[in-house]
């Protein structure tokens, strides 16, 4: 899931484009943590040239969208917003949301990439010769505008949106980042964005730069995750059949085609659904309670108790408990099979059968196995025995009722916690990631990892991907850092420049 950006860089911009003016004892809008008057209304916390340039880019963005947009409206009139948004969200109906959410995406479009489809505006062809609108805001207001502005706002039409990977971030300070399309690579001064992202995001923005220093002109609201790369490189390789090495004229010819990638990533990670999940044997997973009327719950046992393949008798009646005269009266046993012909396990679990009295009841996760436990059943349990029924529930209803369930009840202790649990999962984790490296993963194309790690693209995904896993380690019981320092080694891959 992509995580919000906090205050973005872009979030300047307003209501169609209006600027809020900032009050002399309100936080500063660059994200030091003082008050304007004691920050940038005096200027007296930035002193070096580095930060006088920062300082000198920053007003230049606050003040910048407004004029921008009153140019626009006086020039072409407000039917020229509603054009260019029709373009941007594919939508020829709908009229320029003024509280959308993609203004720190759209505003900066607008302002220096767009430009009017002369088949299909209300705008004449000397207007729509004029635009991108800065171009045109430079050739009708130039004269009075600072030279400053004037190599900022052409800095700005030389630059293209794209995907940004943060590859270091120094909170309060700034961002090193990697251009995924063009190559680029440098440090771009941004004092909020930067105490909030991780190494691995993948930022959609347009950086500028002017006078040496680099910042971000607007971004989207939100990060990507680094398994979200494969749509990126993908779109790398769509552009380069036209140009063999990509530039900000490129991807400005390209815009829609890679704001696109950014929606429906975005769409897909803010509004996800739940993926087709398949146990260990490729079956679809659906809870299936299977419940059976027995003699007794010892006739049931001994009927069954071989379906626990490697347990012995006694373990397994070890929990049970007994009725006043010493009769079984409730036990639980695992149904198993030796082995799994995927990952490296001693034993698969296939279900979890539970005897109560004289009514008996399994728990498997496909209707597979819930047909094979019935004919197991039917064959081995003793007379008397009466099949009563097979009740399914899919895992988006089951994840629903165990929310439901854990917001209901109170605090417990986590199985998970256990010392020894830990150990097993952990054990468990790293037999699996072991195997990963050879395995068919669609995120590589059906490719193993060591396969695709003979390809500069393949290898990118691959730390891509090692990224995304990484950030679980300490989240996830038994999930470690030592388990993928382990796993980059086996690709030779270096660590991570800092840990996530």
């Given at each position: 899931m992509g995580r919000p950006i906090p205050n973005s860089p872009c979030g300047k911009v307003g209501r169609m484009g209006k600027l809020s003016k900032v009050g002399r004892n309100q936080p500063c809008p660059c994200g030091s943590g003082l008050k304007y008057k004691n920050c940038h209304l005096r200027g007296e916390t930035l002193t070096s040239p580095a930060d006088d340039a920062w300082r000198s880019l920053h007003d230049v963005t606050l003040?910048?969208?407004?004029?921008?947009?009153?140019?626009?409206r006086n020039r072409y009139g407000?039917?020229?917003l509603d054009e260019a948004w029709n373009e941007f969200t594919g939508d020829a109906e709908e009229i320029f949301d003024r509280d959308s959410v993609n203004l720190p995406v759209f505003m900066p479009w607008f302002f220096y990439q767009w430009n009017p489809d002369p088949h299909n505006t209300k705008l004449t062809p000397e207007q729509v010769a004029e635009f991108p609108l800065a171009a045109a805001y430079l050739a009708h207001e130039g004269r009075r505008v600072p030279g400053f502005t004037t190599r900022y706002l052409t800095a700005c039409l030389d630059s293209a949106f794209s995907f940004l990977d943060v590859i270091d971030a120094k909170p309060g300070s700034g961002i090193e980042m990697r251009d995924a399309l063009t190559g680029w690579r440098g440090f771009v001064t941004e004092k909020t964005a930067s105490?909030?992202?991780?190494?691995?995001?993948?930022?959609?923005?347009?950086?500028?730069?002017?006078?040496?220093?680099?910042?971000?002109?607007?971004?989207?609201?939100i990060s990507l995750p680094p398994g979200e790369k494969g749509a990126v490189i993908d779109l790398r390789?769509?552009?380069?059949?036209?140009?063999?090495?990509?530039?900000?004229?490129?991807?400005?010819?390209?815009?829609i085609e890679v704001i696109d990638v950014y929606f429906q990533t975005a769409e897909r990670l803010l509004h996800p659904t739940l993926p087709k999940l398949t146990n260990t044997d490729g079956e679809t997973?659906?809870?299936?309670?299977?419940?059976?009327?027995?003699?007794?719950?010892?006739?049931?046992?001994?009927?069954?108790?071989d379906l626990a393949v490697g347990e012995d008798e006694s373990e397994l009646l070890a929990s049970a408990t007994y009725d006043v005269n010493g009769n079984l009266d409730t036990v639980e046993l695992p149904w198993l099979?030796?082995?799994?012909?995927?990952?490296?396990?001693k034993n698969t679990i296939l279900g979890r059968i539970q005897i109560k009295d004289r009514q008996m009841t399994v728990e498997v996760n496909s209707e597979e196995r819930a047909k094979r436990f019935r004919e197991i059943a039917d064959k081995a349990l003793p007379a008397g025995s009466r099949y009563l029924s097979t009740l399914q529930e899919s895992l988006a209803a089951a994840i629903e009722d165990h929310k439901r369930d854990q917001e209901g009840d109170s605090p417990r202790e986590d199985i998970n916690d256990l010392p020894e649990v830990k150990a097993m999962l952990k054990e468990q984790l790293r037999s699996y990631y072991r195997q990963w490296v050879d395995m068919d993963v669609p995120a590589l194309g059906g490719k193993t990892p060591k396969q695709a790690m003979k390809t500069k693209d393949g290898r990118e995904m691959v730390e891509a991907l090692l990224l995304d896993f990484e950030r679980r380690a300490g989240h996830q019981p038994g999930l470690d850092q030592d388990i993928f320092d382990e796993l980059r080694a086996t690709l030779g891959i270096g660590q991570a420049q800092t840990k996530v």
């Open positions: 003040r910048l969208p407004a004029e921008l947009v009153r140019f626009a407000a039917i020229v105490q909030s992202v991780k190494v691995g995001d993948i930022i959609f923005g347009n950086v500028v730069t002017l006078d040496g220093v680099s910042i971000l002109d607007g971004c989207a609201p390789n769509r552009l380069r059949k036209r140009a063999t090495k990509l530039t900000p004229k490129i991807l400005r010819e390209a815009g997973m659906v809870l299936c309670t299977v419940t059976y009327d027995v003699p007794s719950a010892r006739a049931a046992f001994d009927a069954l108790k099979r030796r082995g799994n012909s995927k990952v490296d396990w």
